[in-house]
C-alpha cells in the first residue's frame, strides 16, 4: 500500500527529511510526498527511486498514525505540515493487510486530541509561498532585502527563476532588523489568477495576494525592532557678550607759535 501525503501550496522540489536543518518547521517537503515506510527518506535525499520497504503491508510496517508508524518511527506520520505548521490531522491508517491484488485496511478520522497544539515555526522564519501564472518565466522577479540596522540583500530570484504554473516554497532564517519584500512583474499586470503569493514571519501571514501592477512591497520587523527615528537636534543658544566701548581721550591740539621774521627793504640808490 503506497501512502502519500498532498500539499497543493508546495513546490515540486523542495526536498525536506528529519535531520534537516529546522526540518519540519522550515516548511520544507514535496507537493506529493510518498511516506515511506522504512523511514529513511531515500527519495528527498536522492539516495533511490524507491524499493519495497516504501510501501505498507501486513508482515511489515502495517500501521501509520500522527505518532508514527508501527515500527516505531516518529517520521513518517499522517501530521499536517503546510507552512512549516505543524499539526495533528486525527487521522491513521491501521490493520494493512499483506501485500496482494487485494488489500484491506481501516482508516480513522478520529476526533483531534484536545490537547494537541499546533507547533509554530521559529518567530524568524521567513517564508514565500507562490503559485505562479502563465507568464511567470518571463516577467516575474523578487527581492528580499534588510535595510535596518544594515543594508543588505538576503535572498532574490530574478525573471527566469521561475517556471510557469508552478507552485514554489521559499524559506529564510532572519536575524533582528527591518527588512522589505518585493515582488515585481515587468508586464505589469501583477500575478493573474489563480496565480497567488503569501509571506509569512513565523507562521503569522504578513500578505497575501497577487493583484498589483510592477511592484507589491511589504516592509516588516524581526526580533522587535523598531524604525530609526531621527533625534531631534537642540540649538545651544548662544548668548552675545556685550562689547564694551573703550573711552578715546583726545589729545588736545597746541598750536606751535610761529616768529614772523622781519623783512628788512634794501635801500635803492638812484642813478643820475
Same mark, same amino acid.
Given at each position: 500500500?503506497?501512502?502519500?501525503?498532498?500539499?497543493?501550496?508546495?513546490?515540486?522540489?523542495?526536498?525536506?527529511?528529519?535531520?534537516?536543518?529546522?526540518?519540519?518547521?522550515?516548511?520544507?517537503?514535496?507537493?506529493?510526498?510518498?511516506?515511506?515506510?522504512?523511514?529513511?527518506?531515500?527519495?528527498?535525499?536522492?539516495?533511490?527511486?524507491?524499493?519495497?520497504?516504501?510501501?505498507?503491508?501486513?508482515?511489515?510496517?502495517?500501521?501509520?498514525?500522527?505518532?508514527?508508524?508501527?515500527?516505531?518511527?516518529?517520521?513518517?506520520?499522517?501530521?499536517?505540515?503546510?507552512?512549516?505548521?505543524?499539526?495533528?490531522?486525527?487521522?491513521?491508517?491501521?490493520?494493512?493487510?499483506?501485500?496482494?491484488?487485494?488489500?484491506?485496511?481501516?482508516?480513522?478520522?478520529?476526533?483531534?486530541?484536545?490537547?494537541?497544539?499546533?507547533?509554530?515555526?521559529?518567530?524568524?522564519?521567513?517564508?514565500?509561498?507562490?503559485?505562479?501564472?502563465?507568464?511567470?518565466?518571463?516577467?516575474?522577479?523578487?527581492?528580499?532585502?534588510?535595510?535596518?540596522?544594515?543594508?543588505?540583500?538576503?535572498?532574490?530570484?530574478?525573471?527566469?527563476?521561475?517556471?510557469?504554473?508552478?507552485?514554489?516554497?521559499?524559506?529564510?532564517?532572519?536575524?533582528?532588523?527591518?527588512?522589505?519584500?518585493?515582488?515585481?512583474?515587468?508586464?505589469?499586470?501583477?500575478?493573474?489568477?489563480?496565480?497567488?503569493?503569501?509571506?509569512?514571519?513565523?507562521?503569522?501571514?504578513?500578505?497575501?495576494?497577487?493583484?498589483?501592477?510592477?511592484?507589491?512591497?511589504?516592509?516588516?520587523?524581526?526580533?522587535?525592532?523598531?524604525?530609526?527615528?531621527?533625534? =531631534?537636534? #537642540?540649538?545651544?543658544?548662544?548668548? @552675545? !557678550? *556685550? $562689547? %564694551?566701548? /573703550? +573711552?578715546? &581721550?583726545?589729545? =588736545?591740539? #597746541?598750536?606751535?607759535?610761529?616768529? @614772523? !621774521? *622781519? $623783512? %628788512?627793504? /634794501? +635801500?635803492? &640808490?638812484?642813478? =643820475?
Amino acid at each position: 500500500l503506497a501512502i502519500f501525503h498532498i500539499d497543493d501550496s508546495a513546490s515540486y522540489t523542495a526536498e525536506g527529511y528529519p535531520g534537516q536543518t529546522g526540518w519540519p518547521t522550515n516548511g520544507q517537503h514535496y507537493r506529493v510526498s510518498l511516506l515511506q515506510a522504512d523511514g529513511n527518506y531515500n527519495l528527498e535525499k536522492g539516495n533511490n527511486r524507491g524499493d519495497s520497504t516504501d510501501l505498507f503491508f501486513g508482515g511489515g510496517v502495517s500501521a501509520i498514525t500522527s505518532a508514527g508508524t508501527s515500527a516505531g518511527l516518529a517520521y513518517p506520520n499522517t501530521k499536517g505540515y503546510k507552512g512549516g505548521v505543524i499539526k495533528d490531522t486525527g487521522v491513521s491508517i491501521t490493520s494493512i493487510s499483506p501485500s496482494s491484488s487485494t488489500m484491506t485496511f481501516n482508516v480513522n478520522f478520529g476526533p483531534l486530541s484536545p490537547t494537541a497544539a499546533p507547533t509554530m515555526p521559529p518567530a524568524n522564519r521567513f517564508n514565500l509561498l507562490m503559485l505562479t501564472d502563465s507568464y511567470a518565466s518571463i516577467d516575474t522577479a523578487w527581492t528580499l532585502n534588510q535595510i535596518s540596522p544594515v543594508q543588505a540583500q538576503i535572498a532574490s530570484k530574478a525573471i527566469g527563476a521561475y517556471g510557469n504554473s508552478l507552485s514554489y516554497n521559499e524559506n529564510y532564517i532572519l536575524a533582528g532588523g527591518i527588512y522589505q519584500f518585493n515582488l515585481t512583474d515587468a508586464y505589469g499586470d501583477g500575478l493573474i489568477s489563480p496565480a497567488y503569493y503569501t509571506i509569512s514571519l513565523g507562521g503569522v501571514v504578513l500578505k497575501n495576494g497577487g493583484a498589483f501592477t510592477f511592484l507589491d512591497s511589504t516592509t516588516f520587523t524581526v526580533g522587535g525592532v523598531t524604525p530609526a527615528t531621527s533625534k =531631534p537636534i #537642540t540649538s545651544k543658544p548662544i548668548s @552675545a !557678550k *556685550p $562689547i %564694551t566701548a /573703550k +573711552p578715546i &581721550t583726545a589729545k =588736545p591740539i #597746541t598750536a606751535k607759535p610761529v616768529t @614772523a !621774521k *622781519p $623783512i %628788512t627793504a /634794501k +635801500p635803492v &640808490t638812484a642813478k =643820475p
